[in-house]
């Protein structure tokens, strides 16, 4: 019953941006904030109703937005992305999965059918917000970790993609590709994929088979075109030709891959794992950004950088000064260094605008309970 329970209050939680925020919508974390009018700090509580008055203090106060409980809330609460697409894509994922295991059986055009509408959904979702930045708290709530992972990089594929400019087609494939290009790792022993310890040199070699299997049995099968078929075989290949199955270099990995490849390794980074625990936003980022022109093609990081909110709106951070801070908004292009709002003064710095705050970092994202990333002890 506490998991049913635990998945339902995370389930309820969706992030509204300041500009959808209603009266009635039901705060589902606190949200402390500066506000410029009465120029004091000011904290609204969990479970509180936002009242009109609220709503404009928070647009005055440029937070980005506020997470808010879809049940309780008295008006409709729109989302990005929203839970019942989520929901309806880890279970086509799902279905998939259990036929591609299945040798009597295999994956069968109808399981690729409903992840291709999932796809189009998600493309909908974020087309829709186009100017929003993918927050990734917000799609990483579980970590059930193939099938969440899938979704999470097939949510950031997309958004580099738009941000790329690709068309409707393209993001349709890319998308496709996004969900399954790890579905091959379900063929793989359990205890090779969750071993705490160091992989053998031949346990590694199984798990380097892994984009094989998944674009061999859906293109045998006539399930995927070529470009989906290259960009799953090839999402670890990397630039420089150290990657794998096929040390591909440069041009000759697929474009998608290469989308695939950036939101592969930042969701890996960041997620928890049998063997390590994740690396915190800003130094996954960094990792990303060291790997540019080697690994990863320039373009598509820059795309990413533009597109992720490693700090969401409201998280509480720990900068280099010692002071705590909430974060009250995001920059394009500045991911590391948003608007911050000091916990306990009435200050707030902005890391990206303000000269005399150059020598602040934010040295460690402080986890909200409730959305991290723990789940899988529960
Ligand atoms: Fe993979």
């Known amino acids: 019953m506490l998991k049913l329970r635990r998945i339902k209050e995370l389930t309820d939680l969706v992030f509204v941006r300041s500009e959808e925020l209603l009266a009635g919508m039901c705060l589902a974390r ?15 509580k969990t479970g509180q109703k936002l009242t009109d008055m609220q709503v404009t203090q928070l647009c005055s106060a440029k937070l980005d937005g506020a997470y808010v409980d879809t049940v309780r809330s008295e ?26 295991i299945d040798s009597s059986k295999g994956v069968q055009k109808g399981d690729v059918e409903a992840i291709g509408n999932t796809t189009q ?66 063929a793989i022993p359990i205890e090779i994929i969750t071993k705490p ?42 630039l420089d030709g150290s990657g794998y199955p096929n040390h591909l270099k440069g041009d000759e990995i697929h474009p998608y891959a290469r989308i695939l490849a950036v939101a592969d390794v930042y969701d890996a980074l960041t997620s928890n794992r049998p063997y390590r625990i ?27 950088l533009r597109k992720v909110a490693p700090f969401p709106t409201g998280s509480r951070v720990k900068l280099s000064n010692g002071e705590t801070a909430y974060v009250m908004k995001n920059y394009p292009d500045q991911p590391l260094r948003p608007l911050v709002a000091v916990i306990g003064a ?6 990206s605008l303000d000269q005399s705050c150059l020598n602040i970092v934010i040295v460690e994202l402080i986890e909200d309970k409730k959305i991290n990333r723990t789940l899988i002890n529960m």
């Open 121 to 186: 959904e998600l493309i909908d979702s974020l087309s829709s917000h186009k100017d929003i930045l993918i927050n990734i708290a917000d799609i990483k709530m579980y970590d059930d970790y193939t099938y969440h992972h899938s979704l999470s990089v097939a949510i950031m594929a997309i958004a580099i993609g738009i941000e790329l400019g690709l068309d409707n087609e393209r993001l349709n494939e890319l998308g496709l590709a996004g969900l399954l290009h790890d579905i091959g790792k379900v």
């Open 346 to 351: 009435d200050k707030v710095y902005d890391l």
């Open 197 to 238: 310890d160091r992989l053998t040199r031949e346990e590694f070699d199984i798990i380097k088979m892994h984009p094989v299997h998944a674009a061999a049995h859906l293109h045998e099968r006539n399930l995927v075109n070529e470009n989906i078929f290259r960009g799953i075989v090839g999402h670890h290949e990397k």
């Open 30 to 44: 606190d949200i402390h904030f500066y506000d410029p009018s009465s120029q004091s700090a000011m904290v609204l």
């Open 75 to 100: 008006v409709r609460v729109v989302s990005s992305i929203n839970q019942q697409i989520r929901r309806e894509a880890i279970s086509n994922i799902h279905s998939l999965a259990d036929n591609f």
């Open 278 to 304: 994740p690396n915190p936003p800003n130094e996954a980022i960094e990792m990303v950004m060291g790997s540019m022109g080697t690994h990863f093609d320039e373009r598509v990081v820059r795309a990413f």
